[in-house]
């Protein structure tokens, strides 16, 4: 069996839900590492279910869950390439730190090499979409100079004509333009419009503010098939 089939199968079997890999050349803040492998776990359906009014106690308690598990799935990746002779570094919250600067984003984010892996795209609320599970999921990433068997990259929206999101959004957020790769995340959504209604929806739900909201996740029609699946 391959590395690529065995790191995914070794992925899967410690709790995620799918797992990519891509060219990441032109993007790798680190040269010699220009292999990316990214995962992705979900939120489980009965948390979306209560979101219709924003963020809950539950999403809050499992969005801090899934940000644990992910970090350590991060690192077992990790530790796997390096076991098999290869250089890797997990792209865990420790050590990117938890302020993610002025545009609340890092240096590569994992959407982008998720993106390049073919696992989705960037829907117009600039949060990962995929047809299977919209965008109730949380990634992660780990960068390493393994050859890798990468996918073929998605470049452009796959939200169409739908504005769901967008009319979801009373923070006016998201302009409605269709992301593509050339776009910077600011071209077509505005973190700081979303990050003042978060603070204030999350307060009057959670007792406090918070920089959560979730309504525009609630919101896409590729969430609403996965929670409604049977």
Not at 133 to 149: E, I, K, M, N, Q
Not at 154 to 174: H, N, Q, V, Y
Request: hydrophobic share 35%.
């Amino acid at each position: 069996m391959d590395l690529s089939l065995r790191l995914k199968n070794y992925l899967l079997k410690n709790g995620a839900i799918e797992v990519g890999y891509a060219d990441i050349t032109h993007f790798t803040p680190m040269p010699h590492l220009n292999s990316g492998v990214v995962f992705y776990i979900t939120y489980p359906k009965e948390i979306i279910k209560g979101m219709i009014n924003g963020p809950t106690p539950e999403y809050l308690e499992e969005l801090i869950s899934l940000n644990t598990r992910l970090d350590a799935l991060g690192m077992k990746c990790e530790e796997f390439l390096i076991d098999e002779g290869y250089a890797a570094y997990a792209q865990t919250r420790k050590r990117l730190g938890q302020d993610f600067g002025e545009f609340n984003s890092f240096e590569l984010p994992h959407k982008t090499i998720a993106t390049r892996a073919g696992l989705g795209w960037i829907g117009k609320s600039a949060l990962f979409t995929t047809k299977e599970y919209g965008s109730a999921l949380r990634l992660s990433s780990v960068l390493t100079d393994a050859p890798l068997d990468f996918g073929k990259p998605i470049l452009k929206s796959r939200c169409g004509t739908c504005m769901e999101c967008r009319d979801a959004c009373p923070g006016g957020a998201i302009s409605g333009l269709n992301w593509n790769y050339k776009l910077n995340r600011n071209d077509f959504y505005d973190d700081k419009k979303c990050e003042k209604y978060a603070l204030k929806i999350s307060e009057e739900n959670l007792g406090k503010p918070d920089t959560i909201c979730g309504k525009c996740i609630y919101a896409c029609p590729h969430t609403q098939k996965y929670i409604k699946k049977s």
